[in-house]
């Protein structure tokens, strides 16, 4: 009998850590598709090295957040030299407040980008929890997405993923 393994790297939550009301969620704590493949990831504790992979999605949730505050959402990723596929495609950050909330997104471009990146550069990616949602749907789902243009990309660390409280 032969044992399959899982193709996609599911979150530990242990691997979410709260500061204060901040969190720093290390690429152990993000589903990560394809992460399990040895082909196109490489997943330890302090990064998640992307080989190679045409649909890029890798998500995460923050529970039990604090209602009436807003959240910002970043990635923190380090591009290497020999990254590829990134050319004339853009690279989502979105992010939503509880299972039934809208998402909000912010574009960032790679190309042309080496060493330590924080996405979204520029304006930051906000969401807020409203005072009348339930306690327990006050969840963060967000994530890191290309999937749209099918182009074989690669070269990419995510080294961390940031939910801090801005108010």
Same mark, same amino acid.
């Given at each position: 009998?032969?044992?399959?393994?899982?193709?996609?790297? %599911?979150?530990?939550?242990?691997?979410?850590?709260?500061?204060?009301?901040? *969190?720093?969620?290390?690429?152990?704590?993000?589903?990560?598709? !394809? @992460?399990?493949?040895?082909?196109?990831? &490489?997943? %330890?504790? /302090?990064?998640?090295?992307?080989?190679?992979?045409?649909?890029?999605?890798?998500?995460?949730?923050?529970?039990?957040? +604090?209602?009436?505050? $807003?959240?910002?959402?970043?990635?923190?990723?380090?591009?290497?030299?020999?990254?590829?596929?990134?050319?004339?495609?853009?690279?989502?950050?979105?992010? $939503?407040? /509880?299972? %039934?909330?809208?998402?909000? *997104? $912010?574009?960032? +471009?790679?190309? @042309?980008?080496?060493?330590?990146?924080?996405?979204?550069?520029?304006?930051?990616?906000?969401?807020?929890?409203?005072?009348? #949602? /339930?306690? /327990?749907?006050?969840?963060?789902?967000?994530?890191?997405?290309?999937? !749209?243009?099918?182009?074989? &990309?690669?070269?990419?660390?995510? #080294? &961390?993923?940031?939910?801090?409280? #801005?108010?």
């Amino acid at each position: 009998m032969m044992n399959f393994k899982k193709p996609h790297h %599911t979150a530990d939550p242990r691997a979410i850590q709260p500061v204060a009301d901040n *969190f720093i969620i290390k690429p152990t704590g993000l589903n990560i598709v !394809w @992460g399990n493949d040895p082909r196109y990831w &490489k997943v %330890t504790e /302090s990064e998640a090295e992307l080989i190679q992979v045409s649909w890029l999605e890798v998500s995460g949730v923050v529970k039990e957040l +604090k209602k009436g505050k $807003k959240y910002k959402v970043e990635f923190e990723l380090n591009v290497k030299r020999d990254a590829f596929g990134w050319d004339e495609t853009q690279v989502l950050v979105m992010a $939503k407040a /509880s299972k %039934t909330g809208r998402y909000s *997104f $912010k574009e960032a +471009k790679l190309s @042309g980008c080496e060493g330590h990146v924080t996405i979204p550069s520029g304006e930051p990616l906000e969401v807020s929890f409203p005072a009348a #949602i /339930s306690d /327990s749907d006050a969840n963060l789902y967000f994530g890191l997405y290309e999937v !749209w243009s099918g182009r074989w &990309k690669g070269g990419i660390q995510i #080294i &961390k993923a940031n939910v801090t409280c #801005i108010n």
